[in-house]
């Protein structure tokens, strides 16, 4: 049997130590209107060999970013993954740990996390991180939540150019509070338009989010939106791929309040979107209001420097119905990943990374400027991400760039100030020029109604 | 029955030593990794000063060499799985199947982008309808969400399906959740954060539901019950078909912490009980790593009164091809950017398959002839007041320790650790003294059992002749007992410099 290590001695040994007959006994008291009779109807347990055999069937029936040449965003990248991440993820002494709850036996894991904080906090400009989140999404969610109740104030305001995944998430997130929410319209040139959020920015909003770079990847006016956004003492959330504060200016630089993003661009393989890594950092002010777990340093009973979970107050263990969260977990393996994946980078390789990404992105775009009939949906500075403006629906374009292997891209039909024709294109540090040549070859075809032989 | 006498100072003596943090570590311009080399020529990039940082993130630059020692290094400062026990009542800290971990690291799974099509997709969506139908078969219920994140989410779904489901039909004045306060301490939390009422039920001396109780506090207010079955106390609800219905009659619904599930596979099933809808931790009952805090995952399963309402995108089989169905339920639920932790599902499918039915069903009874076994022996140690009829898991108290020589629980547990056996859950439930509560799982040998049984002996032999020794342990683990007001006091919570300690 699986696992279970109990041969028919054992088990009569230890019935008789406890002094019944059977098994059976020992579910004496599951009442008889509750018992299950005849068992599972499931199929008979396999070996181990037959299990890997159906499940690497069922892996190879699908077609993947290793097997296509991809262009998906949309907040999961096709990142390079080093194999350090791999090597350190899979020892089960981080991987098989429990919460470090008995920090005596726990220092491996509450160290990477501290540091993991640090890097967090480096990159965000923000002093404060937590452990980390489930994802992006939920800890965007979790910084409303934040905001509403620490400003007792009920209206929010998201931008039109969110993650309209995240905006789903959030908008479930808050209703419970009650929490109206307010979208603030983009510009023709697709970023925030700041004269209208500081029209909606009064003094009854509790927060205003800001994504950068944006959904469609582009760059924005985030001086501004922060001047008009807190005007009137609401908290600003900056929603932004890590990858990007590389090059980027920092949360904390424009006086963001709380930073949050999807971190898995570091060394977080994609996996069909899960589990992913969400990141959580906000002012010192907010220190004691920050959703998860956090781990500070302290010294131990013979003055020796160590780890701890802390502030766990605030946490639902103790608050229980005065919690402002729920969450009692971390992404524990994947902040491990992004940690190693961070110490590999270092200083330098992340000025590469974000330069990698800026360099890759302008020649794609560069391509399609040249293209007669496509062009670009909005031309202001983006980071990994843009929109391209096909002449027919960008749906027809996925398909018919499969031919050339491609991923070619999402759809962006729906989406405020975008058509049926706009697909959103990510261009990582892992495209070749190669990659996106094909890609310009792809959209000439497209575009000429040419027929593909390959 | 003779056991080996441990010396007091034998332990399992950790490899490691304390490491300088990353950030003493490395020196400018040493490289780990590095770019793909750019052959597409001169690019030139449109990035106006203004929205660059004005200075380079400060990390250090480090040798992979120096990378992988560094963790590796931290890495032998952890208790895991693969060291030792892990007896954590309430956790099922069972052992991870190393086949689950080469399964969600298959290319064919893990290098899918979740904004690729259904027909990409075909195994993948094949193996986790393959999940839902097997969690729903264990749970005793109709359709199965594999979306949320992690325990706390599949609360949380649990109770917005409910909220849902009440404001679908109009019973708006549906907002009390009544919650036995033996309950864990998300529960509570989850309902307020859903914007509603949790009422406190006052449980009997075992923690069980009473019934009189529960008569007296439901009607036309409530809205739902969240019981954890069986309870914290281990012990199974007796009265739950009649639990069941009061508070179907009450036109409330039941929700299932299903928290303990590892208790009771292939021997009941919370659908069968009268519950509305489950959430399972495949982090605890399906085998999946703690990975120290995360990610697990917390699929929930529901009645199809309640189908409706679960979070999308859906999978739906027809002819043979998987689909995503992405329409919104009418509560318009979303909890994940995308289809929640994937890989974790995979894991889960893997343990199910080697097991089988008959499988889940023996894991449920050795873990449950574990927890009896434990029982029975730790009673000559320490009293256990709730012991009819324990299931996985049980609570013992300390209070002996503390009448005996100012000795808590809390210096047994740390003194634990000197044996190369983790704590177990102290201090919860909250309605237990002193608790001490103990779930070995399934896993663990009768030779390991009995290494804790012997630990704990001489655990109780030290509190008599050498109390300081427990109130200053541990010691043999790298560092020593923590000083937790401080960090909570004077918060040092990122790197700014050497510890001056």
């Known amino acids: 049997m699986a696992y279970v290590p109990h041969t028919p001695e054992d088990v009569r040994a230890m019935l008789d130590a406890i002094g019944i007959e059977s098994v059976d006994d020992l579910f004496a008291t599951l009442p008889p209107d509750a018992r299950l009779d005849g068992g599972l109807d499931l199929p008979p347990g396999q070996s181990e060999e037959e299990v890997r055999r159906f499940l690497s069937d069922l892996a190879a029936e699908n077609i993947t970013q290793a097997d296509m040449v991809s262009f998906l965003g949309g907040g999961v990248y096709d990142s390079i993954v080093p194999a350090a991440c791999d090597a350190i993820s899979s020892r089960s002494e981080f991987l098989t740990a429990y919460t470090p709850y008995q920090a005596e036996v726990s220092q491996g894991t509450l160290q990477v996390i501290y540091e993991w904080q640090t890097y967090v906090s480096r990159l965000t400009g923000l002093p404060v991180s937590n452990a980390s989140m489930y994802d992006g999404s939920t800890a965007l969610g979790e910084a409303l939540v934040l905001a509403v109740s620490a400003r007792r104030k009920q209206k929010v305001l998201l931008p039109e150019t969110l993650n309209p995944r995240w905006r789903r998430v959030a908008r479930t997130m808050l209703q419970g509070f009650g929490t109206e929410i307010v979208d603030v319209p983009s510009t023709d040139e697709g970023t925030m338009d700041v004269e209208a959020l500081a029209e909606l920015a009064d003094g009854e909003t509790a927060a205003v989010v800001v994504q950068n770079p944006n959904y469609l990847g582009l760059i924005e006016p985030v001086e501004a939106i922060s001047t008009a956004g807190k005007a009137n003492g609401a908290l600003l959330i900056a929603a932004v791929n890590p990858a990007s504060l590389s090059v980027l200016r920092s949360p904390g630089e424009y006086g963001a309040d709380v930073a949050v993003g999807e971190a898995q661009p570091f060394g977080v393989y994609p996996g069909a979107g899960g589990p992913l890594l969400g990141f959580f950092a906000v002012t010192d002010k907010l220190t004691r209001r920050i959703p998860g777990r956090v781990v500070g340093r302290t010294v131990d009973r013979n003055g020796a420097g160590a780890y701890v979970l802390t502030l766990q107050t605030r946490e639902q263990h103790i608050r229980r119905e005065k919690a402002t969260s729920n969450i009692c977990s971390n992404q524990g393996v994947n902040a491990l990943r992004a940690t190693v994946y961070l110490a590999m980078l270092g200083r330098t390789g992340l000025r590469e990374l974000g330069e990698a990404n800026l360099q890759r992105l302008a020649a794609l775009r560069n391509e399609v400027a040249e293209i007669d009939g496509v062009e670009l949906a909005f031309a202001g500075p983006a980071f990994n991400e843009t929109v391209i403006r096909l002449p027919r629906p960008a749906r027809e374009f996925r398909g018919y760039a499969r031919q050339f292997g491609l991923l070619a891209g999402i759809p962006l039909d729906g989406v405020p100030g975008c058509t049926e024709n706009d697909l959103l294109v990510a261009v990582t540090e892992k495209r070749t020029a190669e990659d996106i040549e094909l890609y310009a070859e792809a959209l000439h075809g497209f575009v000429n109604g040419e027929e593909v032989d390959l | ?501």
């Open chain 2, 1 to 501: 029955m003779s056991q080996p006498i441990l010396p007091p100072t034998v332990c399992q003596r950790w490899l490691g030593v304390q490491q300088p943090s990353l950030f003493e570590k490395g020196s400018l311009g040493r490289r780990a990794l590095e770019m793909p080399a750019w052959d597409g020529g001169e690019v030139a990039v449109d990035l106006p000063d203004e929205a660059r940082r004005a200075e380079p993130a400060d990390l250090p630059d480090l040798s992979e060499p120096e990378v992988m020692r560094h963790f590796t290094l931290l890495s032998n400062l952890n208790h895991h799985i693969e060291r030792g026990m892990y007896p954590l009542g309430s956790c099922t800290m069972k052992y991870n199947p190393r086949l689950n971990e080469q399964v969600a690291a298959m290319p064919g799974f893990s290098q899918l982008h979740p904004a690729q099509d259904a027909g990409d997709m075909q195994g993948l969506l094949a193996a986790l309808k393959l999940l839902e139908d097997s969690l729903c078969e264990v749970t005793g219920f109709d359709a199965c969400s594999l979306i949320p994140a992690a325990g706390a989410q599949g609360e949380y779904l649990g109770m917005m399906v409910i909220r849902a489901l009440h404001e679908a039909n109009g019973d708006h004045d549906r907002t009390e959740i009544l919650i036995p306060d033996s309950a864990h301490g998300t529960n509570p939390a989850s309902v307020v954060l859903m914007g509603m009422k949790p009422r406190t039920l006052k449980s009997r001396e075992d923690g069980r539901i009473d019934l009189d109780e529960l008569r007296a506090a439901v009607g036309p207010q409530t809205a739902g019950i969240m019981i954890t079955n069986p309870n914290t106390l281990g012990l199974f609800e007796k009265d739950i078909v009649e639990v069941a219905r009061i508070v179907h009659e009450a036109g409330g619904r039941l929700y299932m912490d299903g928290a303990n599930m590892n208790a009771i596979m292939g021997r009941a099933r919370p659908g069968d009980m009268g519950f509305d809808v489950v959430h399972m931790n495949l982090h605890k009952t399906f085998s999946t790593p703690h990975g120290g805090g995360g990610p697990g995952a917390g699929p929930t399963c529901v009645t199809a009164e309640l189908e409706p309402f679960l979070p999308g995108p859906r999978i739906e089989e027809t002819d043979g091809f998987f689909d995503f169905v992405r329409v919104p339920g009418p509560g318009d639920i979303a909890i994940h950017a995308w289809m929640g932790n994937v890989g974790v599902c995979l894991r889960a499918l893997a343990y199910i398959l080697r097991n089988g039915g008959d499988g889940l069903r023996r894991v449920s009874e050795m873990a449950v002839l574990n927890a009896n076994y434990l029982l029975k022996k730790i009673q000559g140690i320490m009293p256990v007041d709730h012991d009819d009829g324990c299931l996985h898991e049980f609570v013992a108290s300390g209070r002996v320790f503390k009448q005996q020589s100012e000795v808590r629980t809390l210096d047994v547990a740390k003194r634990l650790l000197d044996f190369g056996v983790h704590a177990p859950t102290i201090y919860f439930p909250l309605i237990v003294d002193e608790a001490f509560m103990v779930e070995p799982t399934e896993c663990e040998t009768r030779e390991s059992l009995d290494h804790f049984v012997a630990a704990l002996e001489q655990i109780k032999r030290e509190a008599e002749s050498r109390p300081e020794l427990l109130q200053t342990a541990p010691h043999a683990t790298p560092v020593g007992r923590l000083d937790e007001a401080k960090a909570a006091r004077d918060p040092d919570l990122r790197f700014l410099g050497p510890c001056n300690c």
